[in-house]
């Protein structure tokens, strides 16, 4: 009795473990091309049981899938949407430039493009017009995305929670300044209607502005295109004609980076 040893109680895999286990096996696919569970188990240094959960959550997610009658698995198409959604941002100032060139040499004004980041719009690409008037570099400012029309634009395609914390800070640029939530949203509704947004006098006086979206390779809106320019010359009468243009461009970054339409 005083020399029995305890009996081994298998170690629960932590959260993190569980997460590194997952990632390694995506690395192992990625390298052998296919693998059953008992290989993959070999090489994780676990029970066969162990391997087959965390497959069958891969499997969820679309990122694995079993190779018909053979009892293998394989990287899914999950992997491809990832993979498609981070190259389209990558690639995005690099397949914007061209375009930008072309519509800021069309329209005569400042052509941005700007992303989402952390509840404001920040700009990656600048472009000047020929007849703009300012050499205010836009690249790497943040601006509030009630008051711009990029930032209008990344709102009204926003989730559930961005939106909400948008609402939150509504302040006050301009005497034009959208600060009514009811409001805002209503021109929300307009912008995903119509598909492009406006601003008129709402961060600068004198500044208007017009924006359409950029969509990733799933169709999400990954970024926005936008003119600028003073408010004298990019007038309020001219924002369809220019809206019409800057999203011929916008449907053309989008392209680019693997958008092809639903």
């Not at 290989?39 to 391997?51: F, Y």
């Not at 040499?105 to 703009?132: F, K, M, P, R, W």
């Not at 008051?147 to 395609?157: E, F, N, P, R």
């Not at 017009?210 to 003073?230: L, M, T």
Request: proline share 3%; with cysteine.
């Amino acid at each position: 009795m005083g020399n029995e040893k305890p009996a081994t109680v298998p170690a629960q895999s932590t959260p993190v473990q569980s997460v590194d286990r997952a990632l390694a096996i995506l690395d192992i696919l990625a390298i052998r091309g296919e693998a059953g569970v008992t290989e993959i188990a070999a090489e994780l240094d676990v029970h066969k049981s162990t391997a087959f959960r965390l497959i069958g959550a891969l499997e969820q997610r679309r990122l694995v899938e079993q190779v018909a009658e053979r009892g293998k698995y394989r990287l899914g198409f999950g992997i491809v949407r990832l993979a498609g959604a981070t190259t389209a941002r990558l690639d995005l100032p690099r397949e914007s430039q061209p375009v930008c060139e072309r519509l800021a040499n069309e329209l005569d004004e400042t052509v941005n493009v700007a992303v989402l980041d952390s509840g404001q719009a920040t700009n990656i690409i600048q472009v000047y017009g020929t007849a703009a008037v300012t050499t205010r570099n836009w690249i790497g400012q943040r601006t509030p995305l009630h008051a711009t029309s990029s930032g209008k634009v990344l709102l009204a395609w926003a989730d559930e929670d961005q939106l909400t914390t948008a609402m939150d800070t509504l302040e006050r640029y301009t005497p034009a300044t959208i600060t009514s939530r009811s409001k805002l949203l209503s021109e929300l509704d307009l912008i995903r209607d119509r598909g492009w947004s406006s601003t008129n006098e709402e961060l600068e006086i004198g500044l208007n502005a017009i924006a359409a979206p950029v969509r990733g390779s799933s169709g999400e809106v990954i970024a926005a295109v936008s003119v600028s320019g003073p408010a004298y010359r990019l007038t309020v009468e001219s924002f369809a004609t220019v809206a019409e243009k800057l999203c011929i461009g916008a449907a053309e970054i989008s392209s680019r980076v693997g958008y092809f339409g639903e």
